[in-house]
């Protein structure tokens, strides 16, 4: 008996996906998941590793990461992924490159490989759509946007299938990432509007920081004038000494990390003590009475991405993959008819004794 071929879940076979499903539909189902997964408590049959990987510091700053997680009896996920902010204007590539795999947990055999890229957007726009359901307030408005990448794109995605904002806010340090945003996020002409930092902060319920920003260079707001009821979702505090707030908001908000160890190594969390965090959002998802609680007052949503989020973005894909006939499979492993035969998926001519193919090395 052989093991089934890995199925490939490519750029290709992505697309068709979304062009079949829908980028709302695609949402929806990613928040509802993700939901599943977080707010079902400690009894739940998943377990996650806190992520690791390298800090690159030559020629460019950048990570490369992996993030293991396990649905007991099911799957254990992982994903590699490359952050470098360099990419965009030196290589032409996305800041976050990644590669989704899924191993059967029963037997070890890679059933998955999955282009974690767009995935991996999607599942932190989701994120902070959820987190934003529970901690801003349902009427919220103006969705303000710092930093016009790509993180900000699914960001509004994901947010406008949560809230139905009257008006979109964006500003950039970049002009081109600013006057491309909308072309990117396929909006009409007219739907967002490029306003200065002052005025975005000024006017905004949610608020998102995704950005660039190098280690120790933040703040990227003032945090000064914010709205009294401001939740703000931090995205690019993603690696030790890079933060997007400043310390005076974080100390005068509820800080509610997506993991609390990750966020205090990696995300704005390194500015707070342990006794100034917040719960974590699996535990506010557990709280009924969260919303009622803290929508009226400012609450912070640390997002530096976990490998649950990951495990839910593999068991998606691959679900509507093969419930739409997408993708393509190959051997990946080397497996035949003798599992105790390391040879026996070689063709019978290589596989001479290495005796014989001694004596005719000799020879020569």
């Keep these: 008996m052989h093991a089934e071929r ?35 408590g400690s009894d739940a049959p998943v377990e996650m590793k806190q992520r690791d990987g390298f800090l690159i510091e030559t020629p460019h700053l950048g990570l490369l990461e992996w993030m293991p997680a396990l649905r007991h009896g099911a799957t254990v996920s992982m994903k590699m992924v490359g952050y470098n902010p360099h990419n965009p204007a030196k290589n ?20 998955t490989v999955i282009d974690g890229t767009f995935a991996t957007a999607v599942r932190t726009g989701a994120a902070s759509a959820l987190a934003s359901r529970v901690l801003a307030r349902p009427d919220s408005a103006v969705l303000g946007l710092v930093g016009c990448g790509a993180q900000a794109v699914t960001q509004l995605h994901a947010l406008s299938r949560v809230f139905s904002f009257s008006e979109i806010l964006v500003c950039d340090e970049d002009v081109r990432a600013e006057n491309s945003f909308a072309a990117r996020s396929r909006l009409p002409e007219g739907a967002v509007r490029i306003a200065p930092l002052a005025e975005v902060e000024e006017r905004a319920d949610v608020l998102c920081t995704a950005t660039s920003v190098a280690p120790y260079a933040g703040p990227v707001i003032r945090g000064t004038n914010l709205k009294p009821w401001v939740h703000v979702n931090t995205i690019g505090s993603d690696m030790p000494g890079k933060t997007e707030l400043p310390l005076e908001l974080l100390r005068n908000a509820v ?3 997506d993991h609390v160890a990750q966020a ?31 929508s009226p ?15 839910v973005m593999v068991e998606v894909f691959e679900e509507l993959a093969r419930d739409l006939g997408v993708g393509h499979r190959i051997a990946v492993e080397a497996t035949a008819d003798d599992p105790q035969d390391p040879y026996s998926f070689l063709p019978e001519p290589v596989t001479r004794s290495w005796e014989e193919q001694g004596r005719a090395g000799a020879r020569r």
């Design 297 to 311: 007052v400012r609450t912070v949503y640390d997002s530096t991405g976990l490998a649950l989020q990951d495990l």
């Design 6 to 40: 890995t199925l490939i879940v490519d750029a290709e076979a992505i697309a068709t996906i979304v062009s079949k499903v829908g980028l709302g539909q695609l949402y929806d189902l990613t928040i509802a998941r993700l939901e599943s997964v977080l707010a079902t």
């Design 255 to 257: 800080v509610v990390p």
């Design 92 to 111: 032409q590539l996305p800041t976050i490159l990644s590669t989704l795999c899924a191993f059967d947990a029963d037997s070890g055999h890679l059933r």
């Design 264 to 294: 205090r190594a990696e995300g704005d969390c390194q500015q707070l003590a342990p006794e100034e965090i917040g719960p974590s959002l699996a535990e506010v998802l557990l709280d009924p009475d969260a919303h009622r609680r803290l």
